[in-house]
């Protein structure tokens, strides 16, 4: 099992990037994922979050996220993506995808101990 994020890097204020995870390993549509940051000296949270789940997807966003952020999937390619627009400096941290059984824990959480899978990360530093 094993999840590769990709496509941090480097953003000046109100640039945009879109992170990948990359799913393999496991069945992709049996699993829930969710994006999870961590800034130096701060717990790691999650921000957003794609449920599969139901016989539809659905989201969920923290309120740092909402109306900047939006996660997708593509089922086909076992990847989900984070489009992030609006960046601000406070959006700088490690960003994590995890991956958890909608069959143990229904729906989205940011509970941390919910995730049986974790990414490597991908850094995101915002400039002003």
């Known amino acids: 099992v094993q999840l590769v994020e990709s496509g941090g890097g480097l953003v000046q204020v109100g640039g945009s990037l879109r992170l990948s995870c990359a799913a393999s390993?496991?069945?992709?549509?049996?699993?829930?994922i969710t994006w999870f940051r961590q800034a130096p000296g701060k717990e790691r949270e999650g921000i957003s979050c794609?449920?599969?789940?139901?016989?539809?997807?659905?989201?969920a966003y923290r309120d740092s996220g909402k109306g900047r952020f939006t996660i997708s999937s593509d089922k086909v390619k076992n990847t989900v993506y984070l489009q992030m627009s609006s960046l601000k400096p406070e959006d700088s941290a490690v960003y994590y995808c995890?991956?958890?059984?909608?069959?143990?824990?229904?729906?989205?959480?940011?509970?941390?101990?919910?995730?049986?899978?974790w990414g490597q990360g991908t850094q995101v530093t915002v400039s002003s």
């Open positions: 995890a991956a958890k059984s909608p069959r143990r824990w229904p729906g989205c959480t940011w509970y941390r101990g919910a995730y049986d899978y």
């Open positions: 794609i449920s599969s789940s139901s016989t539809s997807d659905s989201t």
């Open positions: 390993g496991f069945t992709f549509e049996d699993y829930d």
